[in-house]
């Protein structure tokens, strides 16, 4: 069965900075893209960041200059190096990797605080 699970999470000042990971295991192969969403109180889950498996990243406007996402592949892990942090980047952070189908993490607590 495959797992992915999520560390990283916490609280942080306005301005500072975290790093998420998201492990998969359970007899997962050949993950294609992986990325990260959020979810804040009320609203949809949004797109963060993708990043194929030969790395190449794209990212929500909002958070282009701040945010870096990376993956290793031998890990079957995937980052989210989330600098310069703003309130409005308060959300739970659900890690997904697609294999053949798309699995979810359970969801990490980021929340910033002005």
């Known amino acids: 069965q495959v797992q992915l699970v999520e560390s990283g999470g916490g609280l942080v000042q306005a301005g500072g900075s975290l790093r998420l990971s998201c492990a998969a295991s359970?007899?997962?192969?050949?993950?294609?893209?992986m990325g990260w969403y959020r979810q804040a109180p009320g609203s949809q889950r949004d797109l963060v960041a993708t990043?194929?498996?030969?790395?190449?990243?794209n990212y929500a406007d909002s958070v282009k200059g701040r945010f870096t996402i990376s993956r290793d592949n031998a890990k079957n892990t995937v980052y989210l190096q989330m600098n310069s942090l703003k309130p409005d980047d308060t959300a739970v952070y659900y890690c997904?990797?697609?294999?053949?189908?798309?699995?979810w993490g359970q969801g990490t607590q980021v929340t910033v605080s002005s």
């Open positions: 359970g007899g997962i192969f050949s993950i294609g893209t």
């Open positions: 997904y990797v697609y294999s053949l189908d798309t699995y």
């Open positions: 990043v194929s498996r030969g790395g190449v990243a």
